[in-house]
């Protein structure tokens, strides 16, 4: 059965610093979000992509953040400088051909700013 | 705005039914979706509601009234593996964005 996957599982990086995390999207799925879930929190929407363009973003989703679909299988977020609060789970989610269609998460990356 | 209640946490009995419950309040839907999350993973799909009534699927069912903003997550012979949290979220907007309710730890006693 096909699934989303992201790397890396886990992500130690020190405040101020650039992380990238990773999702391969289902191959066929056109639809693509990236959320986020502080520990003991909600799910958190950051941002929707779709036909290589941001179709909506979060409040949270600041200048500090960037997506990327950089090949045709790969969709990438990027924080620019990491801040202590950044620190959290980041679940990758994609949809197939219609944004109505279920969402499927991959298993997420657990990121730790110190 | 979006808002969406369930309850905190709930207990049930190993073999016994639960009804989890979801009220949301939201300015575009497109559907009411729930998802299974254990601690320390992804979340996992269970069910989607579009119209009004019930949608059974194996031991899980879920209804929704879209007049009264309030769906339910039917559980039943529950295992002791169902224990885990229940997030109640609703898809709005044009390319529909999950807003999740805080979940409902639910915890299955033997």
């Known amino acids: 059965e096909p699934e989303v996957t992201q790397t890396p599982s886990h992500q130690v990086t020190q405040m101020g610093q650039e992380v990238i995390l990773r999702c391969v999207p289902i191959s066929n799925h056109l639809y693509f979000y990236w959320y986020r879930q502080i520990l003991g929190q909600k799910v958190e929407f950051l941002v929707s992509f779709y036909n290589n363009e941001i179709s909506e973003k979060s409040e949270i989703f600041d200048d500090q953040f960037s997506v990327e679909r950089p090949d045709g299988s790969n969709f990438t977020l990027k924080i620019r400088s990491t801040k202590l609060e950044d620190s959290a789970m980041y679940f990758c989610a994609s949809t197939g051909g219609v944004s109505t269609d279920t969402q499927y998460f991959g298993p997420g990356t657990r990121l730790t700013v110190l | 705005g979006q808002n969406i209640d369930q309850p905190t946490e709930m207990t049930a009995t190993e073999g016994a039914i639960v009804q989890i419950n979801c009220t949301y309040q939201?300015?575009?839907?497109?559907?009411l979706f729930w998802y299974q999350q254990h601690a320390g993973e992804a979340p996992t799909f269970l069910s989607y509601n579009v119209l009004d009534g019930l949608e059974e699927k194996g031991r899980f069912s879920s209804f929704l009234s879209r007049s009264k903003g309030y769906s339910y997550l039917l559980l039943k012979e529950l295992q002791m593996k169902d224990s885990a949290s229940y997030l109640c979220a609703t898809t709005g907007g044009g390319y529909n964005k999950l807003i999740f309710g805080a979940g409902t730890r639910l915890a299955v006693h033997p």
């Open positions: 939201t300015s575009g839907f497109n559907g």
